[in-house]
């Protein structure tokens, strides 16, 4: 009998020592899961607002392209009296349309851009044209081919620049057409 009995005294000694392990541990294991699921909550904090930041910055991206060519259609289109010399020279009939833009077509070839065009746009004459703007900070191609496909090869005059047969845009201060300043 004292077997048994010392038996089942070890026995709940046994079960005792299990709980109050337990009781001991538990708190432990809670704390560590706490901070180890905090942590991961603060790191998919921080990756989500560099995944904000990034997207941000792309569509600041795309919203400042989109402002440098509205910007670029309007330097050109402030550059107008070329275009209502175009205009007034295609409405009064001293210019040819069919010639005028098969030569503009021809230039804007030359120069490289997909498409060159001549647009009226709630009264104010505009260039479309593309590429959108070359990487020196104004519309240098758009311009020249449209001076071109006007005054005619070789009939531009260009202060302050290199002249010939391509007129380097890059470093011209003044290009003037039929008297007009284009810069």
Same mark, same amino acid.
């Given at each position: 009998?004292?077997?048994? #009995? @010392? ?16 009781? *001991? *541990? ?32 792309? #569509? ?35 210019? /040819? %349309? @069919? ?12 120069? /490289? ?8 746009? /709630? ?7 593309? %590429? ?6 104004? %519309?240098?191609? %758009? ?13 531009? *005059? *260009?202060? @302050?620049?290199?002249?010939? /047969? ?18």
């Amino acid at each position: 009998m004292s077997r048994s #009995s @010392g038996g089942r005294r070890w026995g709940i000694r046994a079960r005792l020592l299990w709980v109050t392990s337990l009781l *001991v *541990v538990l708190p432990y294991t809670v704390a560590i899961v706490a901070i180890l699921g905090a942590v991961t909550q603060h790191f998919r904090e921080i990756a989500q607002r560099r995944l904000l930041a990034v997207e941000r910055t792309i #569509s600041e991206t795309f919203r400042e392209w989109e402002e440098e060519l509205k910007g670029t259609l309007e330097t050109i289109a402030y550059r107008s009296p070329l275009l209502e010399e175009i205009a007034r020279a295609l409405g009064e009939g001293v210019l /040819d %349309p @069919g010639a005028f833009f098969a030569r503009m077509e021809r230039t804007a070839q030359s120069y /490289d851009l997909d498409h060159l065009e001549v647009l009226e746009r /709630d009264g104010t004459i505009v260039v479309a044209y593309g %590429p959108a703007r070359d990487r020196f900070g104004f %519309p240098d191609r %758009p311009t020249l081919a449209l001076v071109e496909a006007f005054a005619g090869e070789g009939r531009f *005059v *260009v202060e @302050g620049g290199e002249g010939g /047969d391509r007129l380097d845009f890059r470093v011209a201060r003044r290009v003037r057409v039929a008297g007009h300043d284009l810069i």
